[in-house]
Each structure stands twice: as C-alpha cells, then as structure tokens.
C-alpha cells in the first residue's frame, strides 16, 4: 500500500473513532458496540505504531475516554457492597417488618424504629480513610469488588481530604453517592441523556481534570469496614458525617413505624419533582446497630433494610406482536413487543406479560393499546388494555402448546395449592432444548456465577448461533481464529477475552452449583450445599454414586430441591457438562466462617420453640460460631437443642442414637464458651 492510501486510510479511521468517541463519551447514545470501539482504537495505533509518518491530535493515544475496565484496577472491597430488596406498597412494608420480627422473634406490637433515607439516582462509591486520611475511593462495581478511581473522586469537593475529628474511626470506609444536581445538569444536558448517565459517565473519565470540570457532588450514607467506631445507631452515624465534613441527605428522618414511614413516603413523594436531585425511592434502615448484626445478611441484601421505590411510572402504546420466551428452566414468559415510548427516561420497546393465565384474565390481543408500567428497575409489564379502542377483527391470542424446541408444554401441579402452576413450561430437557439452552449459558457467565467479562448476553448468543459455543466447558476452548475473523473482533478483543476465561477457570464451590443453573438452587441454596458437603470432589462422588439422600440432612434443602437435583443430573448431557468441567476447573473448597469458634466441628438440630430468639436467630448462631445445621435426627448429629413443645418422636430418636440433648440454658452456656 501506497504512502498516500495509508493516510487516507488512516485519517478515515481517525474520523470515525471522533464521531464514536463523541456519541459514546459525550451524547451517551454509542452506534457501534464496544467490541467494534475497541478494534477501531486498536487499529489506530497498530497503524501509528507501524508508520512513524501518521500523527494525530484525535488519535486515542491522546484522546481521553476508555472504558474503565481497561484503565482502572479492580479493588476488593473490604466489605461487600449489597443491594437491596425492593418494596412497592405499605404490604411490603408490612412484610418486611414481619420478617423481621419472626427471625428476632418479637412480639409484633413492638415498635421499631428506623432511619428513613430518601434513594438518590446516581453512583455508589466507597472512600477508605486512613487515620483521618483519604486513601481509596472505588466504584461499587459487582458488589464485592470495584474500580479504583480515587483521582476522579479526590476531584469532588464535597469529599473530605483529611479528617482531624478525634472522634474519627482509625479506619472507616464511607460509602455514599455521587450525582449532579439538576440545576447543574441544566447547563450539560447536551452532553449526557440524563444526571446519572454524566454522573456515571465522568467518573469513567481517565484524566481527573476532565472529571472536575463536571459539578460532581457526593452524599455518604453508610459505611462498610470500620476499625475503632463507637456509635450505636445509624441516626447518630449521619449526625456524625455532618460533624466530620460529609454532606448528607437534608430529607433523612427517623421514624417510628410503618404508619409513620408511609407519612414520610407520601410527603416526600408529593415534592419530589421539586428537589435538586433526583431520588427513586425511600430506603428505610432499621436504626439500631446492635439489631442490625442480629439481623445480618441474606446472599446479597441485608435483612434490615429495603428500598420503598416511587410510584410506577405509565405510559400507552401499542401492541405490535406477542413473543414466546423460553428461560434456562424451561419457562415459557409471554413477552408483547410493542410500539417503543418513552418511560421516566428509559425508551421501552418490551413489556412482560408475566403468563399464559395473565394474557387470559386481562384479554390481551396482539394490536390493542396497552398501559405499560415500569415501576424501578423491574421489568416494564402490561397493566391492562383498552378494550373501547380494539378493532373488532382482532382475535384473541392463543398460547402455544408447544416449545419452540417442538415437545409439548405442561401446568405442573403444586402439591401444596393443590392447583396447577400458571407458569406453561418446556420439560426440564436441559441443553437438549436450544432457547433453554442459550439461557443456561447467559446464566453460566452471568455475575453471580462466572462472572466472565467481554461475554455478555448478545455475545453469548452471537457464539451460539455460530456453533462455537453449545455447552458449558466450550467456553474454555474456543477457536479464538474464528473469532477473530468476525465484525467487531480484533486482536486487543482476543486477547481481552482469552485472559477473562483463563482468570475464571479458578472459582468457588458455591459459584460453580450455581452457575449449573439447576432449578430450585439459587445462590442461597447453592451456599447451603457447599458448606456442607465442603469440597467440589464430594459433590462429584454424589453424583457418581447418586447419594441424594445425603442432601435430605442439609437444613433449608427440602424435597423439591432434592427432586429437582436429581432430575437435572438424571440428564446424560449434564453429567457430562460436569465431568468435563472438572477437567479444565480448578473448584476451590467452601470457605469457612469461623474455623475455631466454640462450636467447631458440631452438628446441631433444634425442636420446638426457645425463648427471646427465633429459629432463625438460633441457626444464625451456631453458624456464626462454626457450628453446622442439619434438618434430621441421625448419627451425624451432635446435639439437640430442645425448646417448648418439642417434637416427641425426633426426642425419642435423640435418644434412642444416645445424642446429646441439650435444653437452651444448657446450649447458651456452650455458645458463650471462650474458643
């Protein structure tokens, strides 16, 4: 090639890189995607790197705007950062509080008393102090691990640099929101879709004073590790951010109740529109410590708080076509494809239809005008249809009977309701059926599971349809050749993906039973198993000799799980996806919480009721203390710890196997032992 084509080549790519650099960084609104982005910055410098004479000043070697996964580390925060449940209604709340008062076991008419936050829309972070001295800011990233980007956070004003409050913890890791107010947005709405969307947008900046040109703001809220705090509740704790420099909510309110709470909610509500910020919701904490430990976590939300999310937002559009979609467990979900409008800032083409039972009680036909909802970040669904606007020659749908996959479809009946599901299902075929197929796979690499970067939904499809993946352990054999060959791949790409696949081939026992995606085990269940059966070569000689019964002793795994697991691996395709992937795995053991507590090594069962702590309290304990559950009476178990009202016939097995039966006195003065 000719020196005059290599610059006209050359100054085409740079031309196209400044148009999609601006639509991606500025305009938020990306034409291409960010594989194609990558190859086009690659070949940009492969070319300046092979031909000293081509020079630019939009070159990305000095252009500012990666993709953060390529210019931050990723940190492990010291504490994970969880989400949390949603509610919708004051029954939610309701609900909440009742579960809470079931695990502390309490008395219903007990008042509690909580921290009532108004949900700012903007972006998580965490700043780690330091003896007083800012030394870390991270995203929040997949919750337990995230970027860190602490020159862009160090930008914002509003951040404390150095901290000389005596008071101040040794070591503390604030965690709050970043955003820009609407009146600030006012003057960069050009430039971004929305204030979360320049919020998120500039601190992904690479050049920390291209991020302090954006008025940035950051409100804390919480923390995560700490070392040498003394407050006692959280409404002491945000008057003590205010004492140490951070700014916090002006809205925030302690309150005594759910009648209180659904006062607060509708107020704030009510003058929404009116704040400088935007907020989605109320986050309601309960406000003492001390209950909050008791409380703990479930997998990736704590028990004592929960988001109360803003009134649905609603708009009308048209029903264009109905879709049948097939999830990893063989669910049939109608889906109506619809006429894109726009939903509280979100454009909507998709709305779910939930089931086959939903399309019949609502009559929903393919071309009526439908009320769309999108309330929070549930998914948008069909409300109702105006039945005044149908044309009369619209015919009512009928649901298939039929998996695309072509078997036949089934209302499995529920033994408890003694009625038949409303869900319409494929059998459970596994990957022997192609739509459950895909999504065994989207869950596969899913973050809860292998958590693969660079192998996302569409890329796992797009690799399905071109027959280079079909089934689990493809993934780590792929013909990167292939790959190479197609739009959007390049040789930066390749080697981005090659290295997120060979850093996932290490995984822990609980992710691995997870990310099979067999029904009933979700990531609670998936811990539950692991913990007890301890290591991955366990789970493989139960398999292999089709021990299931030994799952019946795991506490909190009943029948339909067990049910469940046996008929996944009852599959010749599944236990070939698992012998195989043991081959290229390396499965580390479940971890243990506390490897020397007072109950180490110590199988516990409880019966009947204790008194001033629940079930739930009780098992909390013991596992806090390395002791383990187990649901029946055999001669693994160590002791049974008998309340009020004992189940006789477990007693008597207790006894008949000479178990150690322990009354609560008794099993307090073992749990209050020094390890």
């Known amino acids: 090639m000719k020196k005059e084509e290599i610059k006209k080549l050359y100054k085409k790519k740079i031309n ?24 086009l910055k690659s070949e940009i410098l492969e070319l300046e790197k092979k031909f000293s004479f081509l020079k630019s000043q939009d070159s990305p070697s000095k252009v500012l705007g990666f993709k953060p996964s390529k210019n931050f580390n990723k940190v492990s925060h010291k504490k994970p950062m969880l989400s949390l449940a949603n509610a919708f209604s004051e029954e939610d709340l309701k609900n909440f509080e009742k579960k809470i008062f079931n695990f502390l076991d309490q008395s219903q008419n007990t008042a509690l008393e909580y921290s009532a936050e108004p949900k700012i829309d903007g972006i998580s972070a965490s700043l780690l102090y330091k003896n007083g001295e800012f030394v870390q800011g991270l995203s929040r ?52 879709a929305n204030p979360r969307n320049a919020a998120s947008g500039t601190l992904r900046q690479k050049n920390p004073e291209d991020t302090k040109k954006i008025p940035l703001k950051f409100i804390a809220y919480t ?28 809205f925030n309110k302690t309150l005594i109740g759910i009648e209180e709470l659904m006062k607060n909610y509708i107020s704030i509500e009510k003058i929404r529109n009116e704040i400088n910020f935007d907020i989605d919701g109320i986050v309601y904490k309960i406000n003492d ?8 976590n479930v997998a990736n939300a704590p028990r004592w708080a929960i988001a109360h999310k803003f009134s649905a937002n609603k708009g009308v559009s048209k029903i264009l076509d109905i879709d049948i979609q097939v999830g990893r467990t063989g669910a049939l979900t109608p889906v109506a494809k619809i006429k894109p409008i726009n939903i509280g800032g979100v454009v909507v083409s998709n709305a779910t239809l939930h089931n086959e039972d939903e399309i019949n009680r609502k009559d929903i036909r393919i071309g009526d005008v439908a009320i769309v909802e999108r309330a929070g970040d549930v998914i948008p669904h069909v409300v109702s249809v105006d039945k005044d606007k149908r044309n009369k020659d619209i015919k009512k749908f009928i649901f298939p009977t039929k998996c695309p996959c072509g078997f036949n479809t089934v209302k499995e009946f529920n ?34 599971a292998f958590n693969i970067d660079g192998l996302g939904k569409k890329i796992v499809e797009q690799f399905w349809e071109l027959k280079l993946i079909k089934l689990p352990q493809d993934i780590f054999s792929l013909d ?62 139960l398999l292999k000799n089709k021990k299931f019964e030994e799952l019946v002793n795991i506490d909190g795994i009943g029948e339909t799980q067990i049910n469940s697991i046996k008929n996944f691996f009852s599959n010749k395709t599944n236990l070939n996806i698992i012998n195989q992937l043991n081959k290229v795995l390396k499965i580390s053991d479940a971890s243990v919480i506390k490897k020397y507590g007072p109950l180490a090594n110590k199988t516990f069962m409880l019966t009947g009721k204790l008194n001033g702590i629940s079930r739930a309290e009780a098992k909390s304990l013991i596992e ?21 009202k004992p189940t006789k016939r477990k007693v008597e097995s ?12 008794e099993w307090s003065k073992i749990l209050n032992k020094s390890s």
């Open 289 to 296: 410590f001390k209950i909050q430990k008791r409380l703990g």
């Open 624 to 644: 806090e203390n390395s002791g383990s559950i187990v649901s029946n009476v055999s001669k693994k178990l160590d002791y049974l710890i008998v309340g009020e």
């Open 141 to 192: 990233g997949d919750g337990k691990e995230g970027e860190d980007i602490t020159a862009n956070l160090k930008t914002i004003k509003d951040i404390p640099k150095k901290i000389n409050s005596k008071n101040f913890p040794e070591e503390i890791d604030i965690r709050g929101e970043v955003f820009i107010q609407n009146s600030d947005f006012e003057t960069i709405k050009e430039k971004f």
């Open 480 to 541: 990167y050749d292939k790959i190479e060959k197609l739009d959007g791949w390049g040789k930066l790409s390749i080697a981005n993906l090659k290295y997120s696949i060979k850093e996932k081939t290490k995984i822990s026992f609980e992710r691995f039973i997870y990310s099979l995606g067999i029904r009933h085990i979700g990531l609670e269940n998936a811990k539950l198993i692991s913990k007890n059966l301890k290591t991955s070569s366990n789970f493989l000689n």
């Open 16 to 39: 196209q890189f400044k148009k999609n650099n601006f639509l991606y960084f500025e305009k938020n609104a990306p034409k291409i995607s960010d594989s194609n982005f990558d190859q």
């Open 415 to 448: 033994k408890i309701t003694k009625k038949y599901d409303a869900v319409r299902r494929c059998p459970d075929r596994g990957f022997d059926c192609d739509k459950m197929a895909i999504e065994k796979l989207k869950h596969f690499v899913s973050k809860e």
């Open 223 to 250: 923390y995560g590790f700490e070392k040498g705090m003394k407050i006692e509740n959280q409404s002491e704790f945000l008057n003590y951010l205010d004492k140490w420099g951070f700014k916090t909510n002006p």
């Open 654 to 665: 207790a006894k008949e196997l000479k178990i150690k039966i322990l009354n609560q006195q």
